[in-house]
Every structure is written in C-alpha cells, then in structure tokens.
Nanobody
Framework: QVQLVESGGGLVQAGGSLRLSCAAS????????MGWFRQAPGKEREFVAA????????YYASSVKGRFTISRDNAANTVYLQMNSLKPEDTAIYYC???????????????????WGQGTQVTVSS
C-alpha cells in the first residue's frame, strides 16, 4: 500500500473547471492501478474514473464521460482528475485510491482498492 494525499478541491460555479491532484508517498507507484471515487452526503461512494498502471487505459463513469479526464505522471507519483463543465450534482468529497488485482479496472469497486486518501471537498454551485 501507499500513502495518498488529495488536493485541489474547492468551490466553483456550474460550468467551471477544477483539477484534483493525488500525490503518493515514497517510490514511484507505477505498480498500482489508480482510481477516483466520490461520495455525496447520504449517498453511497461511487466510482468516477480509473487509470491503468502505465496510463494507457482509462475508464469513466457514464455520468462524467466527456467532462472529466484522468491522467497520471508516474515519475512524479501523482494522478490527476481534470474536471470540466462541472455540474451541481458533481458536489461530493472526492477520494483517490490505489489498488491492484485482476478485473479491478473493469469492475471498478471501491472494495478492490486497498489504499485511500483522506478526500477533498468539491462543491459546485448553480
């Protein structure tokens, strides 16, 4: 497992953009698949996006396709989530996660990711 710290959250107006960063401690984290999840008050934590170890494959929840982009810089031990055209329903705490194992990117289940950041709040006003 690795230590993860998210940053970049904040308050934005609908239609605006925000970039979240997730920094991993220690040596490069290229052995891990990475994901972003979010949780709104009273709601289940849901999958947002994921990226494979080398960055060659990405996956998105249907609700964010075309608006969000996940990327990673393994040399910098960092994964990003670029969020454009933000909507009020995007308001949530966003969590960075690291994991590995067969089917993790296809299934996109929170329980398959073993390491989590503390979360960063994203609030989108209308």
């Amino acid at each position: 497992q690795v230590q993860l710290v998210e940053s970049g959250g904040g308050l934005v107006q609908a239609g605006g953009s925000l970039r979240l960063s997730c920094a991993a401690s220690g040596r490069p984290f290229s052995s891990y698949d990475m994901g972003w999840f979010r949780q709104a008050p009273g709601k289940e934590r849901e999958f947002v996006a994921a990226i494979s170890r080398g960055g060659g494959y990405t996956y998105y929840a249907s609700s964010v396709k075309g608006r969000f982009t996940i990327s990673r810089d393994n040399a910098a031990n960092t994964v990003y989530l670029q969020m454009n055209s933000l909507k009020p329903e995007d308001t949530a705490i966003y969590y960075c996660a690291a994991g590995t194992g067969p089917g993790i990117l296809a299934n996109r289940r929170a329980r398959d990711f073993g390491s989590w950041g503390q979360g960063t709040q994203v609030t989108v006003s209308s």
